[in-house]
């Protein structure tokens, strides 16, 4: 296909095509003629990964293009892979405190977590306990042991999906891990405001412009 039924079938602009391809995340298209480039499906399917990660999963072109090359690389180490997107997602600026990473490898390793220490996931949530004692709530540290439950229902849920896909190869192993880390961000911020809502139903009766 043309570019321009590329961009049409994609919804990306035949501009942020030819972006994409310069900036490493897409692969060039085939050269028909002098001016003429040809793409397939597998490019079609390339934006689509390509806008999943950077307008739903937040990442920059610079973490998405991290995250895609190890994903493509048949010979990078799976926990690599697993290690680049986990990495790749937003943090805090700011180093957390000791005594916050300290609260958060004593609720995980309660719940019998292997923590290291270079898990990016560390300071994120240490950095979110730091944030609550700036506010005064100091109190809301109280839901540290039953999102660490259900941060490890989420995470059994992703490696099972990790390793139903094994079989299929490493390039498919490798994007789900990369596309599960990223969007599995957002689609458990997602279901969480779900789940507020319908929890506060339940206890408190339904509120304007809940479902009946």
């Given at each position: 296909m043309r570019i321009s039924e590329l961009a049409t079938r994609s919804g990306v602009s035949a501009a942020s095509i030819k972006w994409y391809a310069r900036e490493g995340l897409?692969?060039?298209?085939?050269?028909?003629?002098?001016?003429?480039?040809?793409?397939?499906?597998?490019?079609?399917?390339?934006?689509?990964?390509?806008?999943?990660?950077?307008?739903?999963?937040?990442?920059?072109?610079?973490?998405?293009r991290a995250v895609l090359a190890a994903a493509d690389d048949p010979d990078h180490p799976f926990g690599d892979t697993l290690g680049i997107a986990q990495a790749s997602l937003p943090r805090s600026a700011a180093p957390p405190t000791a005594e916050s990473v300290q609260q958060v490898k004593d609720a995980t390793r309660a719940q019998g977590w292997e923590v290291c220490d270079d898990n990016p996931g560390?300071?994120?949530?240490?950095?979110?306990?730091?944030?609550?004692?700036a506010l005064g709530r100091e109190d809301l540290?109280?839901?540290?042991?039953?999102?660490?439950?259900?941060?490890?229902?989420?995470?059994?849920?992703?490696?099972?999906?990790?390793?139903?896909?094994?079989?299929?190869?490493?390039?498919?192993?490798?994007?789900?891990?990369?596309?599960?880390t990223v969007l599995g961000d957002a689609l458990l911020a997602g279901l969480r405001?779900?789940?507020?809502?319908?929890?506060?139903?339940?206890?408190?009766?339904?509120?304007?412009?809940?479902?009946?």
């Amino acid at each position: 296909m043309r570019i321009s039924e590329l961009a049409t079938r994609s919804g990306v602009s035949a501009a942020s095509i030819k972006w994409y391809a310069r900036e490493g995340l897409l692969p060039a298209g085939e050269r028909t003629g002098y001016n003429q480039t040809e793409y397939g499906e597998d490019h079609l399917a390339r934006l689509q990964l390509i806008r999943s990660l950077i307008e739903v999963g937040g990442l920059s072109v610079a973490a998405a293009r991290a995250v895609l090359a190890a994903a493509d690389d048949p010979d990078h180490p799976f926990g690599d892979t697993l290690g680049i997107a986990q990495a790749s997602l937003p943090r805090s600026a700011a180093p957390p405190t000791a005594e916050s990473v300290q609260q958060v490898k004593d609720a995980t390793r309660a719940q019998g977590w292997e923590v290291c220490d270079d898990n990016p996931g560390l300071p994120a949530a240490a950095a979110v306990l730091d944030r609550y004692r700036a506010l005064g709530r100091e109190d809301l540290t109280a839901t540290l042991p039953g999102y660490v439950r259900a941060a490890e229902v989420a995470a059994a849920a992703d490696l099972d999906c990790i390793t139903k896909n094994l079989d299929a190869g490493p390039a498919t192993a490798a994007q789900t891990v990369v596309v599960g880390t990223v969007l599995g961000d957002a689609l458990l911020a997602g279901l969480r405001r779900m789940a507020q809502a319908s929890e506060s139903d339940r206890r408190f009766g339904p509120t304007p412009g809940s479902p009946s």
